[in-house]
């Protein structure tokens, strides 16, 4: 299986910061990585999907980067709605895989 | 716009059989660029995939429950089904159903491949 890790695991942070998740692969998975925020009690949310496509409908605020084993979300201007956890997932490999996830709250 | 709803028991007995039904609304099951997953989430904790299939019946399970797992679809209903047997309280989670949206390219390999409308998600727990 693929492992997939995410650092930090949380931060906090206040609004209109600048915020980056880094997400990274046991191998290489090319760019079949996406991105997801979780809020709690609700379902996951794709944000991000093929390391860098802006889901429909997502804040163009959101971005994604990286190939390869590394990769990054970035949130630009981090807003009151924000605060979730983010998850980033893998596509590569059967069994389809997800990181530890980063808890994103208020300083 | 696309809607999932999970339904089922949400207490079931240790050594007895998880069954969930996700009814889709808003679209055909039968899409040939999507396929139907179910996803777990313990309480305070990340997220596993389960498995996939297709209207057409192919399915794709996580090894680390493949021995348990069954999932089936009855397209005349636009359901999903969720089989997990011989449960543990390891098995109490939220599950959810979600659409894989996906993209191959030329070449036959996935372009695009993410779950991109979830289910509200149901909690079973299992318990005697």
């Known amino acids: 299986d693929i492992q997939m890790t995410q650092s930090p695991s949380s931060l906090s942070v206040s609004v209109g910061d600048r915020v980056t998740i880094t997400c990274r692969a046991s191998?290489?998975?090319?760019?079949?990585l996406n991105w997801y925020q979780q809020k709690p009690g609700k379902a996951p949310n794709l944000l991000i999907y093929?390391?860098?496509g802006l889901q429909s409908g997502v804040p163009s605020r959101f971005s994604g980067s990286g190939s390869g084993t590394d990769f990054t979300l970035t949130i630009n201007s981090l807003q009151p709605e924000d605060f979730a956890t983010y998850y980033c997932?893998?596509?590569?490999?059967?069994?389809?895989?997800f990181g530890p996830g980063t808890k994103v709250d208020i300083k | 716009q696309v809607q999932l709803q999970e339904s089922g028991p949400g207490l079931v007995k240790p050594s007895q059989t998880l069954s969930l039904t996700c009814t889709v609304s808003g679209g055909s099951i039968s899409s040939d660029t999507s396929f139907w997953t179910w996803i777990r989430q313990p309480a305070g904790k990340g997220l596993e995939w389960i498995g996939r299939?297709?209207?057409?019946?192919?399915?794709n399970y996580n090894p680390s429950l493949k021995s348990r797992v069954t999932m089936s679809v009855d397209t005349s209903k636009n359901q999903v089904f969720l089989r997990l047997n011989s449960v543990t309280a390891a098995d109490t989670a939220v599950y959810y159903c979600?659409?894989?949206?996906?993209?191959?390219?030329?070449?036959?390999?996935?372009?695009?491949?993410?779950?991109?409308?979830w289910g509200q998600g149901i909690l079973v727990t299992v318990s005697s």
């Open positions: 979600a659409r894989i949206l996906f993209e191959k390219s030329g070449s036959g390999s996935f372009k695009n491949y993410y779950f991109d409308y």
């Open positions: 997932q893998q596509f590569h490999s059967s069994p389809l895989t």
């Open positions: 093929s390391a860098s």
């Open positions: 191998q290489s998975i090319r760019n079949y």
């Open positions: 299939m297709s209207a057409s019946g192919s399915t």
